[in-house]
C-alpha cells in the first residue's frame, strides 16, 4: 500500500499516466518512448518503477496498462490540475495562465490539501480545464478501507 502522506509523482511519471489514461488499449513501449522523445530503455525502466507502485501493468509484447490504482491515481491527477486551475483563475489569472503555472507546481500539492481546498469551494463541478469529480475524502467522508484513494510515493 502506498503512503498518502508523500506529495506523489514526479511530473514526468504523471505525463505517463495521463498517457496511458486516455488509451482504451495497452500501449506498447516503443509507441511511449516515441511519444514522449526519449530512448525505449527509458521507458522500460520508468514502467518498471510504476509497475512497482502498483499504477501500471506491462505484458510483454502486448504493452503497458494502467491498473485500477493507476485509473484512479489519474482520476486524482487530473482533479488536481483542475482544482488549482479554478482556485488560480479566481485570483485573476486566466484559464491558460492558471494552468501554465499549475503545471509548474502540481506534483508536490497532497491529495489531503486538494480534498479540503475543494470543500472550501464548496465542491465545485467545473474547472477552465473541464468537469471536476469527486471522491469520498473530498466530501467529507472518511475513504473505505482498501479503496485506493492514496497517492503513489
Known amino acids: 500500500m502506498v503512503n498518502s502522506e508523500d506529495f506523489g509523482l514526479p511530473p514526468r ?25 526519449v530512448d525505449p530503455s527509458t521507458v522500460t525502466k520508468t514502467m518498471t518503477e510504476l509497475s512497482g507502485m502498483g499504477l501500471v501493468a506491462h505484458t510483454p509484447y502486448r504493452g503497458v496498462r494502467l491498473t485500477d490504482e493507476g485509473v484512479r491515481y489519474a482520476a ?6 483542475r482544482i488549482l486551475s479554478l482556485m488560480f483563475t479566481h485570483f485573476g489569472l486566466s484559464g491558460d495562465e492558471a494552468c501554465r503555472e499549475v503545471a509548474r507546481f502540481e506534483c508536490f ?13 464548496g465542491h465545485p463541478r467545473m474547472s477552465v480545464c473541464g468537469e471536476i469529480t469527486h471522491d469520498q475524502d ?10 485506493g484513494m492514496q497517492e503513489p510515493g
Open 138 to 147: 473530498c466530501m467529507g467522508y472518511p475513504a473505505a478501507e482498501g479503496s
Open 109 to 121: 500539492v497532497s491529495k489531503d490539501a486538494i480534498d479540503r481546498i475543494c470543500r472550501s469551494m
Open 76 to 81: 486524482f491527477i487530473q482533479k488536481r490540475h
Open 13 to 37: 511519471k504523471m505525463e505517463y499516466i495521463r498517457f496511458l489514461n486516455d488509451r482504451a488499449e495497452p500501449v506498447r513501449t516503443n509507441d511511449l518512448a516515441a511519444h514522449f522523445g
